[in-house]
């Protein structure tokens, strides 16, 4: 049995356990404590992994205020991923001024979740980016260790990026940052951060440029919705198995369990 194979059977076992209970939207109108107790709810039920949208501050608040560590360590403690997903997002932008022009019209293949022109393919990163800026230099992470955090279906182009800036910056702002964080940012990202590529995404190019993001990076699927693609397992495994068995290996099985462990 070829290497590939294997992984492939450990990816459908790994997926069969998923099928229940694996995520709910959390709402937050309530405030702090009525998140928490929703939580607490959700993952009495059974329910896996707690989804947050992108594009609105928890409870009206930023996620690094201290009122919110009730529900981090909640998720921490209980070893439930916070999960985010694309279509959270709506909302971030005030104004949606700057999409009304004709060349970024949604196209006749867009849906609920995708607008499938160029400007908000462009731009639907912005809402993550911005999340996790803030959990990373807030030191949610330094303060949650073993918190888990994944990100589907928003691309993962813009990881490598926002890796170098927030080092950048957590580099200027060291003074400031001394009694906040403790390691660099880009190893929050490393230690407790997940997130899924597209298939069309040159995968091998981000493990090349950001080895030290290897950890980060996860395979899924969406198919058939048309961004799901098609053969994508051998997409991702032709671009990757040049650099190893233990890159394709964590892509495809040991980063994602990581993320929503059995």
């Known amino acids: ?9 450990r990816l459908t076992r790994s997926s069969s356990k998923l099928e229940e209970g694996l995520e709910a939207i959390v709402e937050d109108g309530g405030g702090v404590d009525e998140m928490v107790a929703q939580s607490e709810r ?17 409870a009206g608040l930023s996620p690094a205020d201290r009122a919110l560590d009730p529900f981090w360590a909640l998720a921490e403690k209980a070893d ?19 999409q009304r022009a004709p060349e970024f019209e ?20 912005i809402p993550y980016l911005n999340y ?5 230099l807030g030191g949610v992470f330094e303060r949650h260790p073993r ?11 813009w990881v490598g990026g926002l890796a170098e800036t927030l080092d950048l910056w957590g580099d200027h702002f060291r003074r400031r940052l001394k009694d906040v964080l403790s390691m660099k940012p880009s190893e929050y990202l490393a230690r407790n951060v997940r997130v899924t590529p597209f298939h069309f995404e ?4 981000y493990f090349d440029r950001h080895s030290e993001l290897q950890d980060v990076y996860c395979y899924s699927t969406d198919f058939p919705h048309l961004e799901g693609g098609r053969n994508t397992k051998k997409l991702f495994y032709d671009q990757l ?3 190893g068995d233990n890159v394709v290996e964590k892509f495809f099985a040991k980063n994602g369990e990581w993320l929503l462990p059995a």
């Open 1 to 9: 049995m070829s290497f590939f194979t294997k992984l492939r059977d």
């Open 42 to 58: 959700l993952l009495g039920n059974r329910v896996r992994a707690l989804m947050l949208p992108a594009g609105e501050p928890p």
């Open 80 to 98: 439930a991923p916070v999960v985010m997903h694309v279509g959270g997002e709506r909302g971030f932008l005030a104004s949606t001024a700057w």
């Open 106 to 125: 949604p196209s006749l293949t867009g849906n609920t979740e995708f607008g499938l022109e160029p400007y908000s393919m462009s731009t639907m990163h």
């Open 132 to 136: 996790l800026t803030v959990l990373v």
């Open 147 to 157: 918190l888990r955090f994944g990100i589907a279906e928003a691309g993962a182009y």
């Open 202 to 205: 040159p995968v091998r190019m």
């Open 241 to 243: 198995a040049p650099l």
